[in-house]
């Protein structure tokens, strides 16, 4: 059973650039967050689908955009990249009934330089 | 606004030693809490977890306990092993955000040999 896949697992960016990044939750799981982790830092949400909806989104900006397809994966999608975006960008599901039990995949570490 | 922050950024314990890891969490109305591992080039991955109903919770070496009083969480791990070595974070989620998770800034275990 395999749990949370995310593509690629590194990637380089120049700023000004836009990158799309790759999420297929565990089997069985039709809920996907997104986060932020910063070097040092907690992860931060970004948002979180179900259903092909945006349902909730944490205080990042409009240029933070994402999509999920009918069989539940995901892509998030950033524009306009700044040198802060760089970070580790986890994606986590879960069953929307599930309530706080998210599976973490091993996240895409995304540089701007 | 509200978050959740770790006191300690970083604990050195001998081998075979008991760790103890705390938590301090800022949103009275969080009413479930999870302990997070996160090994380098690894996403989080669930430790235990503790409903607000309980003030005490064991898993298999973990045990997690929560004063409500003083808004304070701790992670207790006993025998401490090599493999223990790892970001430990605490995480809380109040009914309302479903799946929103908010993590503190981590703190990570060094085990001696």
């Known amino acids: 059973d395999a749990g949370v896949t995310q593509s690629p697992t590194h990637l380089i960016k120049t700023r000004g650039q836009q990158v799309t990044l790759r999420c297929s939750p565990k089997s069985g799981h039709d809920t996907v967050s997104w986060y932020q982790q910063a070097l040092g830092q907690g992860p931060q949400f970004i948002f979180q689908?179900?259903?092909?909806?945006?349902?909730q989104r944490g205080n990042f900006p409009d240029r933070f955009s994402g999509h999920q397809f009918p069989n539940y994966s995901s892509e998030l999608n950033v524009n306009a990249l700044l040198l802060g975006d760089s970070a580790l960008y986890l994606c986590?599901?879960?069953?929307?009934?599930?309530?706080?039990?998210?599976?973490f995949g091993n996240g895409t570490r995304l540089t701007v330089t | 606004g509200e978050s959740v922050g770790l006191h300690l950024p970083t604990l050195s314990v001998q081998e075979g030693d008991n760790s103890i890891i705390n938590c301090a969490y800022s949103n009275s109305a969080s009413d479930y809490f999870i302990w997070y591992k996160q090994e380098s080039g690894k996403g989080p991955q669930f430790i235990i977890d503790i409903r607000s109903n309980m003030d005490k919770r064991q898993g298999q070496r973990v045990t997690v306990l929560l004063n409500k009083t003083v808004k304070h969480l701790s992670l207790q791990i006993a025998a401490t092993q090599p493999g223990d070595s790892a970001v430990y974070f605490c995480?809380?989620?109040?009914?309302?955000?479903?799946?929103?998770?908010?993590f503190g800034k981590g703190i990570t275990l060094s085990v001696r040999p």
């Open positions: 995480a809380e989620i109040w009914s309302g955000a479903n799946s929103k998770l908010t």
């Open positions: 689908y179900y259903e092909e909806e945006e349902r």
């Open positions: 986590a599901s879960s069953l929307v009934y599930g309530g706080a039990f998210l599976h």
